[in-house]
Nanobody, 118 residues
Framework: QVQLQESGPGLVKPSQTLSLTCSIS??????????WSWIRQPPGKGLESMGI???????YYSPSLESRISVSMDTSKNQFSVQLTSVTPEDTAVYYC??????????WGQGTQVTVSS
C-alpha cells in the first residue's frame, strides 16, 4: 500500500518561494515504471498539473510554470519536493503529490492548503 504525504508551510508571502515535500511510504521512489508529480487546485477551479519527475530523476514541467518551478527527488529519504519561486496570490491552492504508473496517477496524497498572502 503506497502512501504519500505532503508537508510544508501553509502560508507564503508574495514574491517568496513556495516549498513542499512529498514523503513516500510503502514503495520506493526508484521503482521501475513510476513517476512522481505535483498537482494543484486553486479555489473554485480545476486540477492543474505542475510538474513530474521520473524515477531516474528526469523532470518535466508545465509550460505555464516552467520559468518558476523546480521538482527534485531525494532517494535516501524516499521523498520528492517542489519549489515555486516568485509566488503571487494566484498561486493559492490545495497542492497534491501523486504517483504515476502505466500513465495513470494511482496514488495521491491528501493535499495541503497553501495560501499566498502578505
Amino acid at each position: 500500500q503506497v502512501q504519500l504525504q505532503e508537508s510544508g508551510p501553509g502560508l507564503v508571502k508574495p514574491s517568496q518561494t513556495l516549498s513542499l515535500t512529498c514523503s513516500i511510504s510503502g514503495g520506493s521512489i526508484t521503482t521501475s515504471g513510476t513517476a512522481w508529480s505535483w498537482i494543484r487546485q486553486p479555489p473554485g477551479k480545476g486540477l492543474e498539473s505542475m510538474g513530474i519527475i521520473y524515477n531516474n530523476g528526469d523532470p518535466y514541467y508545465s509550460p505555464s510554470l516552467e520559468s518558476r518551478i523546480s521538482v527534485s527527488m531525494d532517494t535516501s529519504k524516499n521523498q520528492f519536493s517542489v519549489q515555486l519561486t516568485s509566488v503571487t496570490p494566484e498561486d493559492t491552492a490545495v497542492y497534491y503529490c501523486a504517483r504515476w504508473r502505466n500513465w495513470y496517477a494511482d496514488y495521491w496524497g491528501q493535499g495541503t492548503q497553501v495560501t499566498v498572502s502578505s
